[in-house]
């Protein structure tokens, strides 16, 4: 009895600190986006234009036991999406694991983990930007160019700003669309890779088992981290999904799944498939020209640009939530978290975000901004696995999804990113130690303006 009292004072002193309610008409944002669409969103945010070169990478480290490392970092990473599902399971607003980190571990650590998403959520985004700008360029040579790439990077960004600056739902059907479209691809591809080694037995490639050393293996796993990332993202359009608390764990549980089995298979059809894997720059074109015909690599480079405009999508969607979050908070400029009268989106949070992925990707490399949202994303899972043992004994029963074993799983998941964390750079570790020095600057900003 005084552990279920003591759990609801705490759930009140949330709310109360908080502020505003988390209400649809309290936060003027509308809840649109259902179980599928935000399974949809989620797979959306994590299945970019990596796939089409990943295959290549990890047959060069692995060889014949890449299949096998696609499922074992799928099946680190679902460590980690248990840890943040059942801490989701509690929250209605919109915030995701900015909110979850200052219920946890207080106003620092939340700002802390704030800036790692929006540091990650710039630069994942901008590298698959230059991505297709380079697929683009394949198509349309003048495009490469200077002045080329930067009308391809803010015609492509700004159209896509503008999608979800007119309403939630039109992002939601962008996303959906080009979620559908991209896995139907890649099903088609596995399909039709498979039906080929079936029926022409000739074109199977011995598979080779090198010997790998630890850091091989480590560096693969690091790969795949990059790779399964961005559903985080995802989890913040709380304020606009219709049951939050039942669906965010169904849904991102459920697309971590789907991602795992298509990462898998299409690494198999092309290690199976494709001689020299290693050395492909495009693995899966070269490997659908095998057993389709010059067409079928055609439609792979297409279907990689299809797929990095939808993970696009996906990110003008959720991303401008963060700094939306941040403002109705207290802990950003209020003016961040205004909602359009007409369209009720958060549409200064839109086209800020809008602005700063443009200058990443004008100004950066893919692998300069790759490299950025690998190593920010690591501290980010860390902090969800402590935060799911805090908030479960801090209030037992406040989460609406129950996670089995959870010192098993939050255990594993803080040794997981732990030991990834310890193999950071020089230059990555100051990019990790500059946001934390930022978010520092901005928490002694909001507490000299009376903050808690």
């Known amino acids: 009895m005084q552990e279920r009292c003591q759990a609801r004072a705490w759930r009140d002193k949330r709310r109360k600190k908080r502020g505003s309610g988390v ?22 945010s994590i299945i970019g234009a990596g796939i089409f070169g990943l295959p290549s990478k990890m047959a060069e480290r692995l060889g014949g036991y890449s299949p096998m490392a696609c499922l074992a970092s799928g099946g680190a990473i679902l460590l980690i999406a248990g840890c943040i599902a059942e801490v989701s399971s509690r929250y209605e607003e919109t915030g995701g694991i900015y909110l979850y980190a200052r219920d946890a571990f207080g106003r620092f650590t939340g700002l802390a983990i704030a800036w790692l998403t929006w540091v ?16 683009a360029a394949q198509f349309f040579p003048a495009l490469g160019t200077k002045w080329g790439r930067l009308g391809v990077l803010g015609l492509l960004i700004g159209q896509l700003a503008l999608v979800n600056y007119l309403g939630v739902k039109q992002g939601n059907r962008v996303s959906n669309v080009f979620t559908l479209v991209k896995t139907g691809i890649l099903a088609l591809f596995v399909a039709a890779g498979i039906v080929a080694l079936v029926s022409r037995p000739e074109l199977r490639v011995a598979m080779a088992y090198p010997e790998v050393k630890p850091g091989g293996w480590m560096d693969s796993i690091l790969l795949m981290v990059y790779a399964y990332g961005g559903f985080e993202g995802a989890l913040f359009v709380g304020g606009e999904t219709k049951n939050p608390k039942r669906d965010t764990p169904v849904a991102l549980l459920g697309a971590l799944v789907v991602v795992a089995v298509i990462y898998t298979a299409v690494q198999y059809v092309v290690i199976l498939t ?3 894997a290693a050395g492909s720059a495009r693995p899966l074109g070269d490997a659908a020209r095998i057993f389709l015909g010059p067409a079928g690599a055609a439609t792979m480079g297409l279907a990689a640009m299809v797929s990095t405009y939808g993970y696009l999508s996906a990110n003008l969607l959720h991303a401008p939530r963060i700094t939306y979050a ?20 958060p549409y200064v949070s839109i086209w800020v975000y809008a602005a700063a992925l443009f ?24 902090a969800m696995a402590v935060a799911v043992v805090v908030l479960r004994r801090r209030d037992p029963a406040g989460a609406g999804f129950r996670l089995p074993w959870l010192y098993f799983f939050a255990g594993g998941s803080v040794a997981f990113t732990g030991v990834l964390l310890l193999g950071m750079t020089r230059a990555e570790f100051f990019v990790v130690a500059g946001t934390m020095a930022v978010a520092l600057v901005n ?10």
């Open 120 to 135: 990650t959520r710039i630069a994942a985004p901008a590298a698959a930007a230059n991505l297709f700008v380079i697929y």
């Open 23 to 44: 209400g649809e008409k309290e936060t003027g944002l509308v809840r649109t986006i259902g179980r599928g669409s935000l399974t949809a969103l989620m797979v959306n």
């Open 359 to 382: 200058g990443f990707a004008a100004l950066g490399t893919f692998e300069w901004n790759a490299v950025l949202s690998a190593v920010t994303r690591l501290g980010i899972y860390g």
């Open 274 to 276: 494709l001689p020299g």
């Open 326 to 345: 941040l403002g109705k908070q207290g802990d950003f400029p209020k003016f961040l978290a205004a909602v359009h009268e007409k369209f009720r989106t």
């Open 443 to 452: 928490w002694v900003v909001v507490r000299g303006r009376g903050g808690a």
